[in-house]
């Protein structure tokens, strides 16, 4: 099942994230923060859950602009599914979650980042239709 996180499951969420970057040393889950997201209508944190387990999540994250009128546009971060659970489908269930959800809301496009080494993760997104070549990705961390 696919599903808005909740405070509850931050503890489930930080073991994906540490997953996906294993040596940071930046990472903080807050119960606080999930909530915010969860009362934000343009943001989603949602959850694939299994049996009361966490097997996978993204953030969806919507952008309004004036460029195509009112069309907003949709970005895709942390995207990971659990190693043990890989390969069945959780990831691209997920995806057609956030593709549906944008679609129902008119989204101009959705973007995605993903780390220039994940290999798999980019043959896998283009599997599911997203473009590596589209466009270039810039990032400035502060």
Do not use: W
Not at 7 to 20: A, G, V
Not at 23 to 29: A, H, T, W
Not at 68 to 97: A, D, T
């Amino acid at each position: 099942m696919i599903r808005e996180a909740e405070i509850s499951d931050k503890d489930q969420i930080f073991e994906l994230y540490r997953m996906l970057v294993p040596n940071s040393k930046k990472m903080n889950v807050f119960g606080a923060q999930i909530e915010t997201i969860r009362r934000d209508s343009n943001n989603f944190l949602l959850v694939y859950e299994e049996y009361g387990q966490i097997l996978g999540t993204v953030t969806l994250n919507i952008c309004l602009q004036a460029l195509h009128g009112f069309r907003p546009y949709g970005v895709v971060e942390n995207v990971i599914v659990h190693e043990n659970h890989r390969n069945r489908n959780i990831g691209q269930k997920l995806l057609q979650y956030v593709e549906d959800y944008c679609k129902s809301i008119d989204c101009h496009k959705i973007m995605l980042l993903s780390n220039s080494s994940r290999q798999r993760a980019h043959q896998f997104f283009e599997k599911e239709g997203y473009s590596g070549s589209a466009s270039k990705g810039f990032k400035k961390y502060l």
